[in-house]
């Protein structure tokens, strides 16, 4: 790679090749200011401290971003010793720059799956998980690893990407601002895409944040200081350390924190059983319960059908506490939501140090963008699949055929339709009303597609569209008034936008369909349903049982059987 200043970061031999690696300085544009915050985070599991990029100055360059590619291994095993002695090689020869980022990746000749590797970890904090959605091969997110010669002639598809520790994490109380935005892409290059920075954002940043939600912050990203990539047909183990000195995060702190981790991770990977050890479900306590969501629909409704308001749709949640015999195993779970739920769907897990595990398994995407290029869904509308092909198609067509449905849908469609159209050059529709169907469900879909007047307007991109009417309601600020005084519970990230920033591309996913595990606590299972004219409440509580049983499904609903035998004789 040439390098704008002229001279070599560091060199180091391989034992194993005696090939000599280098990395060279990779020239970054200026940043924009940040507003400091206060918040002093809590310390991870894995080490005494991490760096928070937000606490940074965004206008100011880092001094290197680079990445390492080391020949190809057979096994983890190897990838791990491989990984170790280069960490050793950069240890020996500090670079010259007060601040930068770095990664280091070795391929392996075998395909592993990511979620495989990171139940391997032994709940190794933080940690981040996302699957994205099978693509068709022309817009598949790639992984090139040059050949012997210096020429890129290996390209592997990227299927999931799991990580532990943090490199460099981003979290503030205050909602996400482009600040903090600048502070991430400080960090990440388009020369190095595979440095990426995981996270999540809540749906409303100006609610009150509750106990369960606390340890994310209005937002929390995460670049792993360790990440597993499962390939189509291999894998990649790869390290990256960042420092800063302004931030009093030396490159002597960068590589004692990696080291620490590199310590902690295992090479022995077993492959999951795709089934989630069925503990007993103890209680079930919905927020708010049958009575209050019939309640909370109707007064929904009563301002809908009011002349004098712009409201003409909301989407009302219900969070349900699942106490259960047993501790649920986050990572378990989604795997099995992966192997059972995966099809056209994206899967994720994001859990910071000390703090409960966020899954999900969601089939909407909030956008993609690569370069200039976005695109974006309209996602609405919800039925159950049939059990025969017959009944199947009947259930698709009452759908396509309800005005109720196609009210909600045409709301959601037209509105990110507008929002494009404020920040591209031409959006196309296309399809404009078809059905997606899901291995349980089926819904009305639409794919929008725009080009984007620079790529400085990403930041648009997602104050723009998030939160969408699917997850909100429309008029945006309406229905988010109307969600923060009728529901009880704080909704966190569920619903907001889950996934991942990196230098050229991004991409994002709505975090429905989704679940806070925590240890000795059960889990908060989320779901919504959207309220326009005509809906019925008896009908929307049913759907919220759809949405929510693809996690409960995979736990016993009785209670166990010696509770039952204390209970007999006991009066009624």
């Not at 702190?253 to 022995?268: G, Q």
């Amino acid at each position: 790679m040439a390098s704008a200043a002229g001279h070599c970061l560091v060199r180091f031999m391989d034992p194993d090749s005696m090939k000599s690696i280098s990395m060279c300085t990779q020239p970054v544009s200026s940043r924009h200011s940040l507003q400091k915050f206060h918040h002093r985070y809590q310390s991870c599991s894995l080490s005494m401290a991490m760096m928070n990029g937000c606490k940074g100055d965004p206008r100011l360059p880092v001094g290197i971003i680079d990445s390492c590619t080391l020949p190809a291994v057979p096994s983890p095993v190897l990838a791990l010793e491989k990984l170790h002695s280069a960490i050793f090689g950069l240890k020996s020869n500090p670079p010259p720059f007060t601040s930068g980022i770095i990664r280091l990746q070795v391929p392996i000749e075998e395909q592993i799956q990511a979620i495989d590797w990171l139940h391997a970890q032994h709940q190794l904090l933080p940690r981040c998980f996302f699957s994205g959605r099978s693509r068709k091969k022309d817009s598949d997110i790639s992984v090139v690893f040059p050949n012997g010669n210096g020429q890129s002639s290996v390209t592997h598809n990227l299927v999931s990407v799991a990580g532990v520790g943090s490199a460099v994490f981003f979290r503030n109380l205050h909602p996400f601002s482009y600040n903090d935005w600048r502070s991430i892409k400080r960090f990440i290059s388009t020369e190095c895409p595979m440095i990426r920075a995981y996270g999540a954002m809540r749906f409303d940043a100006r609610a009150n944040i509750s106990s369960e939600w606390e340890d994310f912050g209005s937002f929390y990203f995460m670049i792993p200081q360790v990440e597993f990539d499962e390939l189509e047909r291999s894998s990649t183990l790869a390290v990256t350390l960042a420092w800063d000195d302004a931030l009093s995060w030396t490159w002597a702190k960068a590589i004692s924190t990696l080291e620490s981790t590199m310590d902690k991770v295992s090479s022995k990977i077993v492959r999951l059983q795709k089934e989630v050890s069925r503990t007993f479900i103890l209680s079930n306590h919905h927020s708010p319960s049958k009575m209050h969501w019939d309640l909370a629909v109707k007064k929904a409704l009563e301002i809908i059908n009011r002349s004098s308001t712009p409201l003409t749709k909301v989407v009302l949640a219900r969070s349900s506490r699942v106490i259960t015999a047993t501790d649920i195993d986050p990572i378990a779970w989604l795997a099995c939501l992966k192997q059972v739920e995966g099809e056209n769907a994206y899967q994720f897990c994001l859990q910071p140090p000390d703090a409960p595990a966020f899954i999900g398994n969601t089939p909407e995407q909030l956008f993609h963008r690569k370069w200039l290029k976005i695109t974006s869904e309209a996602l609405a509308g919800t039925r159950g699949r049939g059990g025969t092909t017959a009944l199947d198609l009947q259930i698709e067509h009452d759908l396509l055929s309800s005005p109720k449905d196609h009210l909600e849908f045409t709301i959601v469609r037209e509105s990110i339709r507008s929002k494009l159209e404020a920040i591209c050059n031409r959006v196309v529709i296309e399809p404009k009303k078809a059905i997606r169907k899901l291995p349980r469900v089926q819904h009305l879909y639409a794919r929008l597609a725009g080009r984007l007047r620079s790529e400085d307007e990403e930041y648009d991109i997602m104050a723009s569209l998030h939160p969408s009417p699917a997850v909100c309601g429309f008029p945006t600020e309406e229905a988010r008034l109307l969600i923060a005084e009728t529901e009880v519970f704080d909704r966190g990230m569920y619903a907001g936008p889950v996934g991942w920033f990196g230098g050229g591309e991004s991409e994002f996913a709505v975090g429905i369909r989704s679940a806070l595990v925590e240890k000795g606590l059960g889990a908060l299972i989320y779901a919504g349903t959207g309220i326009v004219e005509g809906s019925n409440p008896s009908l929307e509580w049913d759907e919220l049982e759809l949405k929510t049983s693809q996690f409960t499904k995979f736990l016993k609903l009785e209670v166990p059987l010696r509770s039952r035998f204390e209970n007999i004789g006991t009066p009624n």
